[in-house]
């Protein structure tokens, strides 16, 4: 069993940057890949970014160059870094653990999810 909690969202203006945290326990997560997701109001949920264990990190493209995922292993914990945010961002944002290690972007390979963190960025 896996517990995932996420952190760090909250308001924020237009161009600013959030670091959103995903604490796992239960198991270490080493060799898993581990995902953002998120859901916009009237959406469905979508894949932000992946890191999977020995490989380099994947983002959609909307977010690329703009966010960084990123692991420490020591403390089990996943990143997002969020720079220059746009309005269009704004979602609740869910973390994702698949315990194969498939390094997919389709929400059915992760097995497990965390309550999702509201980030909110205004114009």
């Known amino acids: 069993q896996v517990q995932l909690v996420e952190s760090g969202g909250g308001l924020v203006q237009a161009g600013g940057s959030l670091r959103l945290s995903c604490a796992a326990s239960?198991?270490?997560?080493?060799?898993?890949?581990m995902g953002w997701f998120r859901q916009a109001p009237g959406k469905e949920r979508e894949f932000v970014a992946y890191?999977?264990?020995?490989?380099?990190?994947y983002y959609t493209d909307v977010v690329k160059g703009r966010f960084t995922i990123s692991s420490d292993n020591s403390k089990n914990t996943v990143y997002l870094q969020m720079n220059s945010l746009k309005p269009e961002d704004t979602a609740v944002y869910y973390c994702?653990?698949?315990?194969?290690?498939?390094?997919?972007?389709?929400?059915?390979?992760?097995?497990?999810w965390g309550q999702g963190t509201q980030v909110t960025v205004s114009s």
């Open positions: 239960g198991r270490t997560f080493v060799t898993y890949t």
């Open positions: 890191i999977r264990w020995g490989t380099v990190p």
């Open positions: 994702a653990a698949d315990t194969t290690n498939r390094g997919s972007t389709l929400l059915r390979t992760y097995d497990y």
